[in-house]
């Protein structure tokens, strides 16, 4: 009998990553495009802050509910099938929110309920995006092939937002019709992909079981983040300071109000923060971080709540502009930080559990950070809530080095 070879012995099937490639590219305009438009859309039609701090809300509230059902149908079925599963439905339901528009029947409700139901397949498509890499390429070839993955990721961060203000100069509908598009390009090139090997499968465990045993993993942890200082540290204060220093949701009213810009000009303030990232993560592939990684982070974090503070403040594009890349890369220093110790200080066994934990922290600082500016924004002003959050963002850093001072005090990221 012949033996079958294990799926790290098999070559590179170069077809299969670079559709992979080209869908995450398609997928990533797609969703940038999206809340551009959206978000110019709904300001245009109510003028509220507040509103657009709810498209935070809708997009956190699926997202959450759906946490336990994600991870089970990710391990238990193909993957790729999933992903184009859901791609396919959020196509559908763009397409549909581009015609509602299109007839003039779209208001602030119907476009809460789309993001809604855009946000349910959204909760699938990330996690089965990230499960699909390791069956197409050999183990030893995965660090290169995920790092490609970022590049398209980064890539359609910057072009994205830039496409979406340009379509929606032309009209709303314009940029939902190339969401929709972009989504099904995406569903086309994934039936291309041919994995190496099959999917995790469960056995004969029953959803209730398995919805069980996500439940006690993930609490199991937040136990175990909650028991090291560092990795608890680096956590919250990214969740905080992003909780806090969030601009996203105003960027509209910021773009049309304050720059006296069009939604193309919202576009590039929404592509800036990833150019900056994009620069960032460059600059630290060629010159890592290696040492006082704690007080760097921390570093990182002053410069976000300055590059907010500034932001705010501007009434300039271009410095405006400039302020959302420096926010882009600091943010991106944390990122690499947070996600390197998290790597590092867990075992192995445990980090699907804290990945868990980090994602979840990830969501509630980017989806309820918007909801929270919106409210403020309401309520004191778009410019006070911008330089209250940088200010917000300032104080949680320095708060964080007292109360956690193995965080600020460690010097590399692997402990020694």
């Known amino acids: 009998m012949t033996a079958v070879p294990d799926s790290a012995d098999l070559p590179l099937d170069r077809r299969s990553l670079y559709a992979y490639l080209g869908a995450r590219f398609s997928a990533t305009q797609a969703f940038h495009v999206f809340l551009v438009s959206v978000g110019w859309h709904l300001y245009e039609l109510t003028g509220s802050a507040l509103d657009l701090g709810l498209i935070g809300l809708f997009q956190f509230l699926p997202t959450m509910a759906m946490l336990l059902v994600v991870g089970h149908v990710v391990d238990h079925y193909d993957r790729i099938r999933v992903l184009r599963c859901v791609q396919l439905l959020s196509a559908i339901s763009i397409a549909a929110l581009a015609a509602t528009s299109h007839s003039g029947a779209i208001g602030r409700e119907l476009i809460f309920a789309f993001v809604f139901l855009y946000s349910i397949t959204r909760a699938f498509e990330g996690p089965a ?18 790092a490609a993955a970022s590049s398209m990721q980064e890539l359609g961060s910057i072009i994205g937002p830039a496409v979406g203000g340009l379509l929606c100069m032309i009209a709303p509908e314009a940029a939902y019709a190339a969401v929709a598009g972009l989504y099904l ?4 090139l994934l039936a291309i992909p041919k994995p190496t090997h099959a999917p995790a499968r469960g056995g004969q465990h029953s959803a209730a079981t398995d919805a069980r045993a996500i439940l006690r993993n993930l609490f199991a942890g937040f136990a175990y983040v909650r028991k090291n200082p560092v990795l608890l540290g680096a956590m919250t204060l990214d969740m905080a300071a992003t909780l806090l220093g969030g601009v996203w949701a105003l960027l509209p009213v910021v ?26 993560a ?7 971080l290696q040492t006082r990684v704690g ?24 410095l405006s502009f400039v302020a959302l890349v420096a926010l882009g890369a600091s943010d991106n220093i944390s990122v690499v930080v947070r996600g390197s110790l998290a790597q590092l200080e867990t075992p192995n066994e445990m980090r699907g559990r804290v990945g868990a934990v980090s994602f979840t922290f990830i969501n509630i600082s980017s989806q309820v950070g918007q909801l929270e500016t919106g409210i403020v924004a309401a309520l004191l002003g778009t410019v006070p809530a911008i330089v209250v959050g940088g200010v917000g963002a300032i104080a949680v850093a320095g708060l964080w080095m007292k109360m956690f001072p193995a965080l600020l005090h460690r010097d590399r990221m692997h402990h020694l």
């Open 282 to 288: 460059v600059s630290l592939t060629r010159w890592p």
């Open 295 to 318: 007080r760097k982070l921390f570093v990182s974090v002053f410069i976000y709540g300055l590059s907010v503070i500034v932001f705010g403040l501007s009434h300039s594009f271009w």
């Open 185 to 188: 390009l995406s569903v086309i």
């Open 129 to 146: 995006q990230q499960a699909i890499l390791p069956s197409l390429v050999p183990t030893h070839q995965l660090p290169r092939a995920i």
């Open 255 to 280: 773009a049309k109000d304050i720059l006296q810009v069009d939604a193309w000009g919202l576009g590039v303030l929404r592509s800036a923060s990833a150019l900056g990232a994009l620069m960032m």
